[in-house]
């Protein structure tokens, strides 16, 4: 709408701020449409919060400019002197980071930095460029978490975790890196390689005559979406020489929620590949049981959330069952992940879900690792 409509914007959505803050506090912009607050003087971060939740409803008004009613929508980062940090530099990437915390949560939200939200002491942009590099300079692993039968204890597959070993900083989780990877859509690079390694390493296990079992692999629904999703696919096929009956791809349950109707699209594609199809943290992605029906799915995974509360929360304990019966009559098969302890298990084979995945049986491990493990297995089962 041009630049003097983006001025009076500015100019009206500054003039709304200044009315929420108090004579004490500092109110600047400091570029483009980020303002700064600076809170002199709170006792606790709740202050900021009810500043914070003051701001997002006026600024969510409408701005009314030449007979037009304009939107605007606000992603608000907060970070602690003294608990985040003591000098205004850091204290103001820190709210950089966690105004961007927001924005990914879907705007009109404001989030606190914590020292979990990232241990990354880089700048966003810094970040991106450096995570460029990392695909070139071969910084990504890929850790194997085996999935069980917790009746037999025998590995039915392995979940192919991506981890990014930082030449300083160290092992990066995921968490830290995909939702940023996500939002520049170097993603997608990330995944193809993902998918490439570990499709090769998987085959190569085979032919070692070692059983890994399926291959699970997660998949962003940005790359699903891409036009030559299928080509891709089929070339990686290729050039690796996996059967795709090993294959299994992931999809979040979330994220197939944001559009279900591509995503039945997309998925439909990827089974008539004969590769199979799991929904990944199911329980948390509130899908329709008519979506549910369409979807070409051979799999439910358990959410955590759910199994890190049992024996303990009763609520969980319910909708486990309820979603262990309803995978039943989808006959759909279904995994919990997350299994941490023996109790778990037991309650979850007790109630009919077989497949495990979780720290009872291993932590995700490098691929040394892994080959160890299915060596391990191989030569118990002779023994069987
Ligand atoms: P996810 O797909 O739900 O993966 C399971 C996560 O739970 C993994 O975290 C795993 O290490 C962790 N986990 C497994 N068992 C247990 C347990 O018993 N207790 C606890 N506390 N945690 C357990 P991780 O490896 O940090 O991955 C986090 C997320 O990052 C994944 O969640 C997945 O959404 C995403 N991700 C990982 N690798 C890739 C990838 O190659 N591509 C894409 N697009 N996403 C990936
Ligand atoms: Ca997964
Ligand atoms: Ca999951």
């Given amino acids: 709408m041009g630049h003097l409509t983006g001025d009076k914007v500015l100019t009206e959505?500054?003039?709304?701020?200044?009315?929420?803050?108090?004579?004490?506090?500092?109110?600047?912009?400091?570029?483009?449409?980020?303002?700064?607050?600076?809170?002199?003087?709170?006792?606790?971060?709740?202050?900021?919060?009810f500043l914070a939740e003051k701001i997002t409803k006026v600024a969510s008004q409408p701005v009314d400019i030449d007979e037009q009613s304009l939107y605007v929508t606000t992603s608000i980062g907060i970070s602690l002197y003294p608990d985040d940090g003591d000098n205004s530099e850091d204290l103001l990437m820190y709210?950089?980071?966690?105004?961007?915390?927001?924005?990914?949560?879907?705007?009109?939200?404001?989030?606190?930095?914590?020292?979990?939200?990232?241990?990354?002491?880089?700048?966003?942009?810094i970040m991106e460029s450096s995570m460029r590099n990392a695909l070139e300079k071969?910084?990504?692993?890929?850790?194997?978490?085996?999935?069980?039968?917790?009746?037999?204890?025998?590995v039915i597959g392995m979940e192919a975790l991506v981890r990014w070993e930082h030449p300083t900083i160290g092992l990066i989780s995921p968490d830290k890196f995909i939702p940023l990877a996500e939002e520049t859509g170097l993603i997608v690079e990330i995944d193809?390689?993902?998918m490439k390694t570990a499709m090769k390493q998987v085959s190569q296990w085979y032919e070692q005559?070692?059983?890994?079992?399926?291959?699970?692999?997660?998949?962003?629904?940005?790359?699903?979406?891409?036009?030559?999703?299928?080509?891709?696919?089929?070339?990686?096929?290729?050039e690796t020489q996996i059967n795709t009956k090993w294959l299994e791809f992931e999809v979040t349950e979330s994220q197939i929620m944001k559009n279900p109707e591509n995503a039945i699209s997309k998925l439909l594609e990827i089974g008539k590949m004969d590769i199979n199809i799991a929904i990944d943290d199911f329980g948390t992605g509130y899908s329709s049981l008519s979506h549910?029906?369409?979807?070409?799915?051979?799999?439910?995974?358990l959410d955590r959330s759910f199994i890190s509360d049992i024996p303990d929360d009763e609520d969980?304990?319910?909708?486990?069952?309820?979603?262990?019966?309803?995978?039943?009559?989808?006959?759909?098969?279904?995994?919990?992940?997350g299994v941490e302890t023996q109790e778990q298990k037991d309650f979850l084979i007790e109630n009919g879900c077989i497949d495990i995945q979780g720290y009872l049986y291993s932590k995700p491990i490098p691929t040394d690792e892994m080959q160890k493990y299915l060596l391990r297995q191989n030569n118990t089962s002779s023994y069987v």
């Avoid at 980020?34 to 006792?43: A, K, R």
């Avoid at 071969?138 to 069980?148: M, V």
């Fill in 316 to 337: 969980d304990m319910s909708i486990t069952i309820a979603i262990i019966s309803l995978a039943k009559n989808l006959n759909i098969n279904v995994l919990a992940e």
């Fill in 192 to 194: 193809k390689w993902v």
């Fill in 13 to 49: 959505i500054a003039a709304r701020l200044k009315s929420e803050i108090r004579s004490e506090d500092t109110l600047a912009r400091l570029g483009g449409d980020e303002f700064t607050i600076i809170m002199q003087d709170i006792n606790h971060g709740e202050e900021a919060s």
């Fill in 292 to 301: 549910l029906k369409q979807l070409p799915i051979d799999k439910l995974k």
């Fill in 95 to 125: 709210a950089d980071n966690a105004m961007y915390k927001a924005k990914e949560e879907g705007r009109n939200n404001y989030q606190f930095y914590s020292s979990e939200m990232t241990t990354l002491a880089l700048s966003k942009v």
């Fill in 138 to 154: 071969e910084e990504f692993r890929i850790y194997y978490q085996p999935q069980i039968n917790g009746l037999t204890n025998q």
């Fill in 209 to 238: 005559g070692l059983y890994p079992g399926i291959l699970a692999l997660n998949l962003t629904m940005k790359l699903l979406e891409r036009k030559d999703f299928s080509d891709i696919i089929k070339s990686l096929l290729e």
